[in-house]
């Protein structure tokens, strides 16, 4: 589903985010992708996101080269990923509900296709009492699961989520990443930046371990490994 | 444009009107002032070149008759007069006429000047097609043989001709100027709506909306400030206007000014239209900078 070769990112201030990754990952994976801060981690979901274009290097998703898409096409590839942020990034003054629709809207959906979605979603992350309530009175659990509705709302294959549980405590965070297992379950692949080696260590999944924007390891079923730091 | 995405932008900008109050308030405060200052001076304006106008239309050459011209050299020059390109309209005035007409308006300073004693010449008032072609004309006149004198109150009409002309080209400068202030201080205003949406704009980009389904609700917020901006002065000017007319018809009776039917419904539609393009295009320049995540 993803293949990245010879990726190489170079920030404007001569940072070198990235070097030389070389990587696939297959549908319905389940990936982690550790490292210490700094590591590469972030710069590596985000370009997978398509925020912004690597130095040099492919990144092939979906069978399609999105370091080559044109800039009204990129629009079109984000739809079919889900985004899941350490911030959340929701507009407080909205209200659950609306703010899984809103991702909804964007693509042009029916207010039909919104009301049945939207209540399914919600169900998914266990919200569904909490719909009328505006984002901001929620916890920040359960605004990490509202950031997950929407993620996941328009159905999409791929999710990446950027240390989705950075801003939450462990049992909270314990409940989010069953929540993007559960998802994977249902066949979407899930690409998940994290430092949280309890975790890590539980779900026995595959782990990339990135030190100073290389890959330093790469194990299936694999554990949050000390040489990261 | 599909309707169900046209009735969510107009849905979304009406929202965001509400949502963003303060900031909509001073966007619609910004273009109603703007506005105002800038229809006032195109009322100012056209009422400054109606007056001019109908002071140039007034202007005439005076040619004074040699006084050895009889009855036939007088009809020849009137003949050659009217011949001449420029010329609309060529009027005969007898020196006794001409006494007549002094007298009327001098009254007892013209007393012991009787017909037997008339120092008045015979003369032609002429009137040109164009106000502006007078001087020329004048000139021609004066090298026709049996013309002695030629008048239009020659500096008093170059002043008018050349300040008439200044305060056009100023008065169009000067609307441009204020058209394009308002621009910017709309777009200024409206960059801090959408900066204060930055990560609503983010959001949408990360779930997939398109550049223009981001841009077209804050376009319709822009033209909806802009076009209530444009109500206010519309009507603040319809009613202030229509007062000044009457007021100055009562005590400046003299003033030409232009009618308010004339000219309020037009300047009414300049400034809604002005005002929902300020809006649009304003929306338009402020958000550019968000739209690259």
Redesign the interface.
């Known amino acids: 589903m993803i293949e990245i070769q010879h990726l190489n990112m170079v920030y404007p201030n001569g940072v070198k985010a990235l070097k030389d990754i070389n990587l696939t990952i297959e549908r319905n994976e389940f990936v982690f992708v550790v490292g210490a801060s700094g590591a590469g981690k972030s710069t590596l979901i985000r370009l997978i ?1 398509r ?1 912004f274009l690597p130095t040099s290097g492919n990144i092939r998703v979906f069978n399609k080269d999105i370091t080559r898409l044109r ?2 096409e990129v ?5 079919k990923i889900g ?1 899941v942020f350490q911030d959340f ?3 407080d ?1 909205r209200t659950v509900f609306e703010n899984v629709a ?2 909804m ?4 959906a ?2 039909r296709q919104i009301r049945r979605q939207v209540p399914e979603a919600l169900e998914m992350v266990k919200l569904t009492g909490k719909a009328r309530r505006k984002a901001h009175e929620l916890s920040g659990g359960e605004q990490q699961r509202v950031c997950l509705a ?1 993620a996941i709302v ?1 159905k999409p294959s791929l999710i990446i989520a950027d240390e989705p549980t950075g801003n939450l405590d462990p049992e909270t965070s314990r409940e989010i990443v069953e929540l993007l297992d559960a998802i994977n379950l249902r066949g979407a692949t899930v690409i998940m930046a994290t430092h949280d080696k309890e975790i890590v260590d539980s779900m026995k999944k595959r782990v990339l371990t990135l030190s100073a924007g290389k890959i330093i390891r790469d194990e299936q079923r694999g554990v949050y490994n000390q040489d990261a730091h | 444009m599909l309707i169900r995405n046209f009735i969510y932008y107009i849905k979304e900008a009406f929202c965001s009107i509400g949502r963003n109050g303060w900031m909509s308030f001073a966007s619609v405060a910004v273009v109603a002032i703007t506005l105002l200052i800038l229809g006032s001076f195109i009322l100012l304006n056209l009422n400054v070149e109606h007056i001019a106008n109908e002071i140039k239309e007034q202007v005439e050459i005076i040619a004074r008759v040699d006084e050895n011209c009889g009855p036939l050299e007088v009809e020849e020059l009137r003949v050659s007069l009217i011949q001449l390109a420029q010329v609309e309209e060529v009027r005969f005035v007898s020196k006794e006429e001409a006494l007549v007409r002094l007298k009327a308006q001098l009254g007892e300073f013209m007393e012991g000047y009787e017909q037997e004693h008339n120092p008045l010449r015979d003369s032609f008032e002429i009137r040109t097609i164009n106000p502006e072609d007078v001087p020329a004309v004048a000139a021609e006149i004066k090298k026709i043989p049996g013309i002695a004198a030629v008048d239009y109150g020659a500096e008093v009409v170059d002043k008018l001709f050349r300040s008439t002309n200044v305060i056009q080209w100023v008065g169009l400068a000067f609307m441009i100027g204020l058209a394009g202030t308002a621009m910017a201080l709309i777009a200024n205003t409206i960059k801090l709506t959408v900066t204060a949406r930055a990560k609503e704009i983010m959001i949408m980009k990360w779930v997939g909306a398109t550049e223009w389904f981001i841009r077209w609700p804050f376009i319709f917020e822009g033209i909806i400030l802009g076009t209530i901006g444009a109500l206010i002065p519309s009507l603040i000017l319809i009613y202030a206007y229509g007062e000044a007319f009457s007021w100055a018809r009562m005590n400046l009776y003299f003033l030409p000014l232009v009618a308010p039917e004339q000219i309020l419904l037009d300047l009414s539609k300049l400034l809604l239209v002005l005002g929902a393009v300020i809006g649009a295009l304003g929306s338009m320049f402020s958000m550019r900078r968000f739209l690259k995540v």
């Open positions: 996101g925020e800039r009204r629009p079109y590839y984000r739809r985004v990034r929701l507009l003054n809103f991702a809207q964007v693509v042009g029916s207010a929407r328009n």
